[in-house]
């Protein structure tokens, strides 16, 4: 119990980190576009595919998808940025909502394919 | 983003995962139906919070950094507590049992649920302002 509580706690610490560090380090259009929370969520979306394959394919211990999916992608990712942000971009004004109609589209497909790939490059994909 | 900003995110998303964790648990001892409903209840209540806060702190969805209490509650915690990725796998586990509708419906779901859950946060903080 205090093993995983401190897996988890580690690795969404590091996500959460790594999330602002992406965040700072991917421009931001002119339009508004938030490619910064969307590379987070897409690259949080890849792992937490990679991972869950190879963790099914390996049988690894519960403590490496603990880390990984639940700390580091968890961290990693974010919903209430995505959600918030989405609402506030809709009601902003009428060119901004329509960049948040086409971000949400975006977010949601991609965001799926990115774990569809991520289980594809485990050898997880078929299954 | 300063070193302090760095220590309160990871502290803030090391807490919010646990958190996210736990929750996990306890929805998952207690519901064992198909619909992915931790993530959906965790999302959802972390999208009513981040507006919520975003008011009450008077920062714009923007504002990642800043005030600790900005920096490590709705940056930190709320972003650790919430979750992208899961939602996700979460859909496409669905897609495999169910089939495409009801994992497209799963985060069509999830997403109006999120958006009104942080528009009636903000909503209600500018209420009490």
């Not at chain 2, 005030?67 to 490590?72: D, K, Q």
């Amino acid at each position: 119990m205090l093993k995983s509580v401190i897996l988890v706690l580690v690795g969404g610490a590091l996500g959460a980190v790594l999330r602002e560090d992406l965040i700072l380090w991917v421009p931001n259009p002119a339009d508004q576009f938030p490619l910064d929370i969307l590379a987070a969520n897409l690259a949080a979306s890849l792992l937490v595919g990679l991972v869950t394959g190879l963790c099914q394919r390996m049988a690894a211990p519960e403590g490496v998808s603990l880390f990984t999916t639940t700390g580091i992608a968890g961290g990693l990712s974010t919903f209430s940025t995505f959600a918030y942000g989405t609402v506030m971009l809709t009601l902003a004004s009428r060119m901004s909502a329509v960049v948040a109609s086409v971000y949400v589209l975006t977010s949601l497909a991609l965001g799926y394919l990115a774990v569809v790939v991520g289980l594809k490059l485990s050898g997880q994909g078929s299954s | 983003m300063t070193a302090w900003d760095v220590l309160w995110v990871a502290l803030g998303g090391g807490v919010g995962s646990v958190l996210r964790w736990g929750v996990g648990r306890a929805v998952g001892e207690r519901y064992h139906g198909l619909f992915p409903l931790s993530t959906f209840l965790i999302n959802v209540s972390g999208a009513f919070a981040v507006g919520y806060l975003s008011v009450l702190f008077y920062v714009d969805w923007r504002d990642r950094y800043g005030a600790a209490l900005n920096v490590g509650v709705v940056t930190g915690v709320l972003g650790g507590y919430t979750t992208f990725s899961t939602m996700q796998l979460d859909a496409v586990k669905l897609a495999k049992q169910r089939g495409g509708v009801s994992a497209t419906s799963y985060l069509l779901i999830s997403l109006v649920a999120g958006q009104l859950a942080a528009g009636l946060g903000s909503a209600l903080a500018r209420a009490q302002g």
